[in-house]
């Protein structure tokens, strides 16, 4: 058994016998012999065995290990691709509607600015004595007033996330 997955695990963390002696400080033979199952590891060097090779010493000893066949890692590979395709996709649709909802919103600033150079303030004229007409007056004046502060900024903003968001060629 310990034999067995000595000589598994190695074969699939991808190193050679002479490889895994260096790392131990042992000679190339040795490890040979404890994949024969001619002679096994004290304790000491079972430890480092198991550090080595990134494995608990419960498997070394006991647990049974599935070697991967390169078919699995295949098929593992090609599910890999297909998810990073898809990831890739989103990602590409996400950016493609940000940057159409930013151009819409510029267009937006653009449409009220010229809205309001064209109607001029005209609630600065009406006749604030009735209620109902003061009431309409002030919340168009604070629209305009947020408007006129708040827009060069978000018109900014806008332009500039249309420039990052853009198709890169």
Not at 40 to 53: A, G
Not at 71 to 95: G, H, W, Y
Not at 139 to 146: A, S, T
Request: glycine share 4%; proline share 3%; net charge positive.
């Amino acid at each position: 058994m310990l034999n067995e997955n000595i000589k598994i695990i190695r074969k699939s963390k991808g190193l050679s016998q002479e490889e895994l002696a260096i790392k131990l400080n042992v000679v190339r033979q040795t490890i040979s012999k404890w994949e024969k199952g001619l002679s096994v590891p004290d304790s000491n060097m079972l430890i480092s065995l198991s550090e080595v090779l990134e494995t608990p010493v419960s498997t070394l000893l006991g647990e049974t290990v599935v070697e991967c066949k390169a078919d699995d890692l295949k098929v593992i590979s090609e599910k890999l691709e297909i998810i990073n395709l898809q990831l890739a996709q989103r990602k590409t649709k996400r950016r493609k509607i940000l940057h159409w909802l930013l151009i819409s919103l510029w267009a937006i600033i653009v449409i009220i600015s010229v809205v309001l150079i064209v109607l001029n303030s005209p609630y600065l004229g009406w006749n604030y004595n009735d209620p109902e007409t003061a009431v309409l007056g002030v919340g168009f004046h604070i629209f305009e007033w947020l408007y006129v502060r708040l827009s060069p900024i978000i018109f900014i903003g806008a332009m500039v996330g249309i420039f990052l968001t853009r198709k890169k060629v």
